[in-house]
């Protein structure tokens, strides 16, 4: 068989190549790596705001050395299943190669109770993401499931490079930026969350409780719904009866047995279950916001009420009043240290407060630079090892000795708010934007884990008894996403 090359400028005709005898050498050329290409715009990612439509990110693809390149973001419809079924759909980039294309398209399933998820075809699909669409009832409930094959941005085929040494040159890329490339390619940088529901679009979310390991989840509101609940770990959501406030919850918290809600005007306290009717259990009527609570143990918590703290012994059945917090005012963030050490802080004041006898008093042990800023959490994360996040363009600050003393606080991400921090273990995940940071140091040092963990900007993350993280847009979007092995 005679030897092959190419390319080079016909003339007279005498260099002449087929679309396929071109497209067989670039796959060979670039070691038939295909797949999406990283970094590349958008990188195709596909998302949805939860209507019967999906949106691709712009991107580049490669398939069989055919190039594919989407400028800018696409809009396609999804079809309606049948009142009470549900279907599986595919998105993909697909050669036609009877109209010499390549474009993105749905594949569209079958409908029914228990529906399949179609195939891709291996030898022209680049597979892009499947959707779920659920009409069980309606509205539908549109759900993303990234797929994504993405092309190695490094090619070698040396399975480590440790034989190298710092500033040495391999296929013109240094080793530092080779390892980097190879971490990405084997995806411990970056797993797209899929969608699981949007179940309102109007309300804004003052406040979340979704704690660790379980698939009850509270969302605080200020429209007139007050308060509502998923038990599903978010896929379906319900409305609390029973609240009766004039503005909004502002803090939610699991007794061990009950659920409390606080919020105003006037300053109230309500107590329930999810499935249950919610009855008022505490009022100030000369206070606009009960603005945080605090569980010191089933029986015993604490509430922040103007400059006032108020304690209940009896699970949240009644309350008195405990201590004062002299000068401050909606104290959005408390953490329970245990042994009677607490930590709070508030929107109206520049002062960390710390109280050793159960919030009976209180001293000031940091004067920081976010005065009216809010925090969006203090929060225990290690052995003395406590954050303190604030949410309107203010600084993370750390303490390593309970409290007592303060670094002088950072930024992770330049213009970021903390609004919530989930330690899982010993890692810490800290949302910025839609993105999430990683922490393995009890929060000294951060690096980016997750750039895209949400729709919009994450106002609360927690995790269910699935291991699946779950963060919560300030547009009601709602994502899981999984953990990544190496």
């Known amino acids: 068989m005679s030897e092959e090359s190419g390319f080079f400028t016909s003339v007279a005709g005498d260099r002449k190549y087929t679309a396929q005898f071109m497209n067989e050498k670039l796959h060979e050329a670039m070691q038939r790596a295909e797949g999406v290409v990283r970094h590349a715009d958008g990188e195709l990612m596909v998302s949805t705001d939860g209507s019967l439509s999906v949106d691709v990110a712009a991107g580049v693809a490669l398939?069989?050395?055919?190039?594919?390149?989407?400028?800018?973001?696409?809009?396609?419809?999804?079809?309606?299943?049948?009142?009470?079924?549900?279907?599986?759909?595919?998105?993909?980039?697909?050669?036609d190669r009877i109209r010499r294309s390549m474009q993105a398209v749905v594949i569209q399933g079958s409908e029914g109770s228990d529906p399949v998820v179609p195939a891709y075809n291996p030898s022209d699909?680049?597979?892009?993401?499947?959707?779920?669409?659920?009409?069980?009832?309606?509205?539908?409930?549109?759900?993303?499931?990234?797929?994504?094959?993405?092309?190695?941005?490094?090619?070698?085929?040396?399975?480590?490079?440790?034989?190298?040494?710092?500033?040495?040159?391999?296929?013109?890329?240094?080793?530092?930026?080779?390892?980097?490339?190879?971490?990405?390619?084997?995806?411990?940088?970056?797993?797209?969350?899929?969608?699981?529901?949007?179940?309102?679009?109007?309300?804004?979310?003052?406040?979340?409780?979704?704690?660790?390991?379980?698939?009850?989840?509270?969302?605080?509101?200020?429209?007139?719904?007050?308060?509502?609940?998923?038990?599903?770990?978010g896929i379906s959501w319900a409305d609390v009866a029973?609240?009766?406030?004039?503005?909004?919850?502002?803090?939610?918290?699991?007794?061990?047995?009950?659920?409390?809600?606080?919020?105003?005007?006037?300053?109230?306290?309500?107590?329930?279950?999810?499935?249950?009717?919610?009855?008022?259990?505490?009022?100030?009527?000369?206070?606009?916001?009960?603005s945080a609570l605090v569980v010191l143990s089933p029986l015993q918590i604490l509430a922040a009420c103007g400059d006032k703290i108020y304690a209940s012994t009896n699970g949240g059945t009644s309350w008195i009043q405990r201590g004062t917090l002299p000068g401050s005012y909606l104290m959005t963030a408390m953490a329970n240290l245990g042994n009677g050490v607490l930590l709070a802080a508030g929107f109206s004041t520049d002062k960390i407060w710390r109280s050793t006898d159960s919030g009976?008093?209180?001293?000031?042990?940091?004067?920081?630079?976010?005065?009216?800023?809010?925090?969006?959490?203090?929060?225990?994360?290690?052995?003395?090892?406590?954050l303190l996040g604030y949410n309107d363009g203010g600084l993370l600050y750390r303490s390593s000795d309970w409290g007592l003393t303060w670094d002088s606080g950072r930024q992770?991400?330049?213009?970021?708010?903390?609004?919530?921090?989930?330690?899982?273990?010993?890692?810490?995940?800290?949302?910025?934007?839609?993105?999430?940071?990683?922490?393995?140091?009890?929060?000294?040092?951060?690096?980016?884990?997750?750039?895209?963990?949400?729709?919009?900007?994450?106002?609360?993350?927690?995790?269910?008894?699935?291991?699946?993280i779950i963060t919560l847009g300030y547009q009601s979007h709602l994502y899981w996403g999984y953990p990544v092995a190496a």
């Open 242 to 290: 029973g609240i009766t406030i004039d503005n909004k919850i502002m803090s939610i918290v699991f007794t061990g047995s009950s659920y409390l809600a606080a919020g105003g005007s006037p300053a109230r306290i309500f107590r329930g279950s999810p499935m249950g009717t919610w009855s008022k259990v505490f009022e100030d009527a000369a206070q606009e916001f009960v």
């Open 412 to 468: 992770v991400a330049e213009g970021g708010l903390f609004t919530g921090i989930l330690a899982d273990g010993s890692t810490l995940y800290l949302p910025q934007g839609k993105a999430l940071y990683e922490s393995a140091d009890f929060g000294q040092s951060w690096s980016l884990k997750y750039p895209c963990a949400n729709y919009d900007s994450i106002v609360a993350l927690g995790k269910d008894s699935d291991g699946n």
């Open 360 to 386: 009976a008093t209180w001293t000031a042990v940091k004067t920081t630079d976010c005065y009216e800023k809010r925090p969006g959490f203090i929060q225990q994360v290690g052995n003395g090892v406590v």
């Open 63 to 95: 398939k069989g050395g055919v190039y594919y390149k989407n400028p800018a973001s696409l809009h396609l419809a999804l079809a309606a299943p049948t009142l009470g079924s549900k279907r599986w759909d595919r998105l993909a980039v697909r050669i």
């Open 125 to 233: 699909d680049i597979p892009l993401a499947k959707v779920l669409v659920n009409r069980l009832e309606d509205p539908p409930v549109v759900t993303v499931t990234d797929e994504r094959e993405f092309r190695p941005l490094f090619l070698t085929d040396r399975n480590s490079l440790d034989d190298l040494g710092e500033g040495e040159v391999y296929g013109r890329v240094l080793k530092a930026k080779a390892e980097a490339l190879n971490a990405g390619q084997a995806g411990l940088s970056f797993r797209q969350f899929g969608f699981v529901s949007r179940p309102w679009s109007a309300a804004q979310i003052e406040c979340a409780l979704l704690p660790l390991g379980s698939g009850t989840l509270f969302v605080g509101r200020s429209d007139t719904t007050k308060l509502s609940y998923s038990t599903d770990s």
